[in-house]
């Protein structure tokens, strides 16, 4: 077999191998008016694009800079208010990850909600008085409230994993 042959159809297996990858993992498109999983899901990954960086300080992995970690966690605590809006009564529909628990038991919801919100002030707070110390418990608390929430409400679109 020439050369280019062999460079081609190894080039033609990559592209088939990445077409059937790419269909086996798509999700349905959103296509409810205004797009409200869409856009609770762009919330929370912009929660998740603030938080990360700031776990790399509190771990010690990168060095603390209390302008920088105050920076963040106004961020933090300005999207911690933003998802929730998208979670109304008929917003349970593929490519939710959503339990149907966030529907059927509102009040625990609620308080999930509140909690996160509440640890992300929290967070805000010990940032501002730059205690490195009390941001790590701070920041430990809303890792927790983040982790307890995915656990009773995050899962398949069936509403189990």
């Not at 990858?21 to 929660?47: M, Y």
Request: aromatic share 10%.
């Amino acid at each position: 077999m020439s050369s280019s042959r062999s460079a081609w159809l190894r080039f033609s297996l990559v592209v088939l191998a990445a077409l059937v990858l790419s269909a086996c993992h798509s999700e349905p498109p959103d296509n409810h008016p205004g797009q409200p999983v869409t856009k609770r899901k762009l919330a929370f990954k912009a929660i998740v694009r603030t938080f990360e960086p700031m776990g790399l300080v509190v771990r010690g992995t990168n060095d603390y800079n209390k302008a920088d970690f105050l920076a963040s966690a106004v961020e933090l605590q300005k999207l911690s208010r933003e998802p929730w809006a998208y979670f109304g009564p008929d917003t349970n529909y593929p490519p939710t990850h959503a339990r149907s628990a966030v529907w059927d038991k509102p009040l625990e919801f609620e308080s999930a909600k509140q909690k996160f919100m509440a640890a992300t002030d929290k967070l805000l707070e010990a940032s501002r008085a730059g205690d490195f110390e009390a941001i790590r418990s701070a920041y430990d608390e809303v890792h927790q409230n983040c982790k307890s929430c995915h656990q009773a409400f995050r899962g398949t679109h069936s509403g189990e994993e």
